[in-house]
């Protein structure tokens, strides 16, 4: 991993150069000190999200959230991106966007269309592929899919590096995503279940937490 703090690293979206000034901390030199401060921000966005009723399909809660998991470091936090992406929708038609992806999964929850974890799936590629902010897009939903960002810090190498296993299953998920936006949810639905030899059952207890009480399950 490079030790530049901006070079984006696990096929994260590289921000742009009027992005990376909004950085809130002069101390951060290193990449893996960006990883650590963000990997905070968020395990304490994900405290404030469970410590209070929730709607998830509520678009002023998302935008709460991405600012309670990154307001700490970034001033964009809780903002719509504003620039053109090689991914995701073009930048002026994502409220737009959001509001369909928001009436589909509302659909999907009245008429019971999927199970409750395929949709917690569903709505969480939906998000990624729109790309709401300039970054940790993934992350804002991805604490049932991946492992959680609290858990990725404390098993960090000394040297501040990525283990392996870590790159394996984002490297995973990655590929999960890419298929599931050529119409393939099948894998991004088996990677959230197995998380790499994980229990199906802790997964689902995680996905009833954070999904589907606020989408109004029982």
């Known amino acids: 991993m490079s030790d530049d703090p901006f070079q984006a690293d696990d096929a994260a979206t590289p921000l742009t150069p009027e992005e990376r000034l909004d950085l809130k901390l002069s101390y951060v030199a290193l990449r893996r000190e960006l ?32 600012l309670r998991m990154f307001g700490d470091v ?19 038609t994502i409220e737009v966007a959001l509001r369909q992806a928001l009436d589909d999964v509302r659909y999907w929850v009245e008429h019971r269309t999927y199970a ?21 897009n993934g992350r804002i939903h991805a604490s049932p899919l991946i492992c959680s ?4 810090a404390k098993s960090a190498s000394p040297g501040g590096g990525v283990p392996s296993w870590r790159r394996q299953t984002r490297q995973a998920y990655v590929r999960a995503l890419k298929a599931a936006d ?4 099948a894998q991004l639905l088996a990677f959230a279940r197995t998380l790499h030899g994980r229990k199906y059952r802790q997964w689902q207890s995680e996905s009833r937490e954070l999904y589907v009480s606020p989408f109004g399950f029982p």
């Open 149 to 152: 960002p609290s858990k990725l």
């Open 74 to 92: 970034w001033r964009w936090a809780g903002k719509y991106r504003t620039s053109a992406r090689n991914l995701g929708v073009d930048h002026w």
């Open 182 to 185: 050529a119409g393939d949810v």
């Open 116 to 136: 409750p974890d395929e949709i917690a799936v569903r709505f969480h590629h939906k998000l990624v592929a729109i790309h709401l902010f300039p970054n940790g």
């Open 35 to 66: 990883n650590e401060a963000e990997a905070l921000n968020v395990l304490a966005g994900e405290r404030w999200a469970l410590s209070r009723k929730r709607d998830a399909l509520n678009e002023v809660f998302l935008r709460r959230l991405h």
